[in-house]
């Protein structure tokens, strides 16, 4: 065997191995949601999870990954790599146009189920598959390609996000901070002079075992984007990538004992959750100190911007915006102030951030593809609802949310303690 299909097998196991991880974190996001969503809910949950795992990734096949990936046409779209055929010889990779399909595919899987916590408990579920079939086949391909893609102008121009704070992130955080407003609040969630009510979590050590997972599965979505296994840099990522995840877990932790004399449970996950969004974009590209910083700010930023939210009346079950939108924006913005010179050889040449002598280029560069793409996100999403709306009924019956979409939609509660056998004729979902 000589080196060269070495290479190549090593860089396959390691790029399928990561994408499983990745895809691992499908099991965190349902526990997580299920856990921070009330206990008449929990089955919605892990059903548009199904969801984004089996129409996003036979949306992404036959459409998404051709408009993303695919030969490009004036830096906006591809045109090529539907069902993965056509003309892919400018993908060069050491690994094959299938290997690099599964690792994308279960990024764009990631992409919808950030939406799918922020409409928690009300969105219909024909709705949301017909939303989910936007997002994977549309919404984020053509966003991605103009980053990532071959020759998108986004990338073109320099913009950096080795892993997705911006791509991923911040345009799946911007889509649900669409999706929740345009949904409205939960029945009972605000008071009639606007003041918020707490809805308990239904279980947090479910929903700690589920930010653990996703936890574990970032070590795939951060060093798995080297797509190469034999890659230097694998190591500098995963350090990185713990140290902002456990800085943004850390700040929140004395952030909350110091703003409400106590730590917050919910708000120390999703600080964790913020730090490894935050991460994302430069965790190849900045030091251990940065990482660090950038762990405490976006964790920090995301407890003052769910406040900010529930103060504006925007109903956000898991705080989806707040740890995705706003950390992966602060993120994608991190690398413009602390990208290091020598990290960025990787991406072609090298970067310099603010603080590292390169001036303000970088950081309006990465200005500019950010707020590109979060505008992208908020109006596609916007637009779609308004579509669907005009087929279908976009948010359940008041019948229906009081009842719990567990057992109005799908015809089955998550627990049941009360009976041997269920009432088949009593929970059988009506037809609409």
Same mark, same amino acid.
């Given at each position: 065997?000589?080196?060269?299909?070495?290479?190549?097998?090593?860089?396959?196991?390691?790029?399928?191995?990561?994408?499983?991880?990745?895809?691992?974190?499908?099991?965190?996001?349902?526990?997580?949601?299920?856990?921070?969503?009330?206990?008449?809910?929990?089955?919605?949950?892990?059903?548009?999870?199904?969801?984004?795992?089996?129409?996003?990734?036979?949306?992404?096949?036959?459409?998404?990954?051709?408009?993303?990936?695919?030969?490009?046409?004036?830096?906006?779209?591809?045109?090529?790599?539907?069902?993965?055929?056509?003309?892919?010889?400018?993908?060069?990779?050491?690994?094959?146009?299938?290997?690099?399909?599964?690792?994308?595919?279960?990024?764009?899987?990631?992409?919808?189920?950030?939406?799918?916590?922020?409409?928690?408990?009300?969105?219909?579920?024909?709705?949301?598959? =017909?939303?989910?079939?936007?997002?994977?086949?549309?919404?984020?391909?053509?966003?991605?390609?103009?980053?990532?893609?071959?020759?998108?102008?986004?990338?073109?121009?320099?913009?950096?996000?080795?892993?997705?704070?911006?791509?991923?992130?911040?345009?799946?955080?911007?889509?649900?901070?669409?999706?929740?407003?345009?949904?409205?609040?939960? !029945?009972?969630?605000?008071?009639?002079?606007?003041?918020?009510?707490?809805?308990?979590?239904?279980?947090?050590?479910?929903?700690?075992?589920?930010?653990?997972?996703?936890?574990?599965?970032?070590?795939?979505?951060?060093?798995?984007?080297?797509?190469?296994?034999?890659?230097?840099?694998?190591?500098?990522?995963?350090?990185?990538?713990?140290?902002?995840?456990?800085?943004?877990?850390?700040?929140? !932790?004395?952030?909350?004992?110091?703003?409400?004399?106590?730590?917050?449970?919910?708000?120390?996950?999703?600080?964790?959750?913020?730090?490894?969004?935050?991460?994302?974009?430069?965790?190849?590209?900045?030091?251990?100190?940065?990482?660090?910083?950038?762990?405490?700010?976006?964790?920090?930023?995301?407890? =003052?911007?769910?406040?900010?939210?529930?103060?504006?009346?925007?109903?956000?079950?898991?705080?989806?915006?707040?740890?995705?939108?706003?950390?992966?924006?602060?993120?994608?913005?991190?690398?413009?102030?602390?990208?290091?010179?020598?990290?960025?050889?990787?991406?072609?040449?090298?970067?310099?951030?603010?603080?590292?002598?390169?001036?303000?280029?970088?950081?309006?560069?990465?200005?500019?593809?950010?707020?590109?793409?979060?505008?992208?996100?908020?109006?596609?999403?916007?637009?779609?609802?308004?579509?669907?709306?005009?087929?279908?009924?976009?948010?359940?019956?008041?019948?229906?949310?009081?009842?719990?979409?567990?057992?109005?939609?799908?015809?089955?509660?998550?627990?049941?303690?009360?009976?041997?056998?269920?009432?088949?004729?009593?929970?059988?979902?009506?037809?609409?």
């Amino acid at each position: 065997m000589d080196t060269a299909v070495l290479s190549t097998g090593l860089n396959t196991i390691w790029v399928v191995l990561t994408a499983a991880m990745i895809l691992l974190m499908e099991g965190g996001f349902a526990l997580l949601e299920a856990g921070f969503v009330r206990q008449k809910n929990a089955v919605s949950i892990i059903m548009k999870v199904f969801v984004d795992i089996t129409f996003g990734a036979l949306v992404f096949y036959f459409l998404g990954f051709g408009l993303m990936y695919g030969k490009d046409a004036g830096g906006l779209i591809g045109w090529s790599g539907f069902l993965l055929r056509g003309d892919l010889s400018h993908i060069q990779f050491d690994i094959s146009h299938e290997t690099y399909w599964l690792f994308q595919c279960a990024f764009v899987i990631a992409v919808i189920s950030i939406v799918s916590g922020a409409v928690a408990e009300r969105i219909h579920f024909k709705a949301y598959i =017909l939303y989910a079939v936007a997002m994977t086949g549309l919404i984020y391909p053509i966003a991605g390609h103009w980053v990532w893609g071959v020759g998108g102008w986004l990338g073109k121009l320099g913009v950096i996000d080795f892993a997705g704070s911006a791509v991923i992130h911040a345009l799946g955080g911007f889509a649900a901070l669409a999706a929740a407003i345009f949904i409205g609040p939960r !029945i009972g969630k605000f008071t009639p002079d606007g003041k918020s009510n707490i809805v308990p979590p239904s279980n947090l050590p479910l929903a700690s075992v589920g930010a653990f997972i996703l936890w574990f599965g970032w070590f795939g979505f951060n060093s798995g984007s080297t797509l190469s296994a034999t890659n230097g840099s694998i190591g500098h990522i995963a350090v990185t990538t713990m140290l902002s995840a456990a800085a943004g877990g850390a700040g929140c !932790i004395l952030f909350t004992m110091f703003r409400y004399q106590k730590a917050d449970p919910p708000m120390v996950i999703n600080g964790s959750l913020a730090g490894l969004v935050g991460i994302t974009a430069g965790c190849s590209f900045v030091s251990d100190g940065a990482a660090m910083l950038i762990g405490v700010v976006c964790g920090v930023a995301m407890v =003052l911007v769910t406040e900010l939210l529930e103060g504006k009346g925007v109903d956000d079950p898991v705080g989806a915006f707040a740890v995705h939108g706003v950390s992966g924006s602060l993120g994608t913005l991190a690398v413009g102030l602390f990208a290091m010179p020598s990290l960025t050889k990787g991406v072609g040449q090298e970067y310099a951030g603010l603080f590292y002598g390169g001036g303000w280029q970088l950081l309006g560069v990465q200005s500019l593809g950010l707020a590109v793409v979060c505008v992208w996100g908020f109006g596609l999403t916007w637009l779609s609802f308004l579509l669907i709306k005009r087929i279908m009924p976009v948010r359940v019956s008041k019948d229906e949310e009081l009842i719990g979409l567990d057992v109005g939609i799908h015809g089955v509660p998550a627990y049941n303690q009360d009976h041997d056998f269920l009432d088949v004729e009593r929970l059988t979902p009506r037809n609409d």
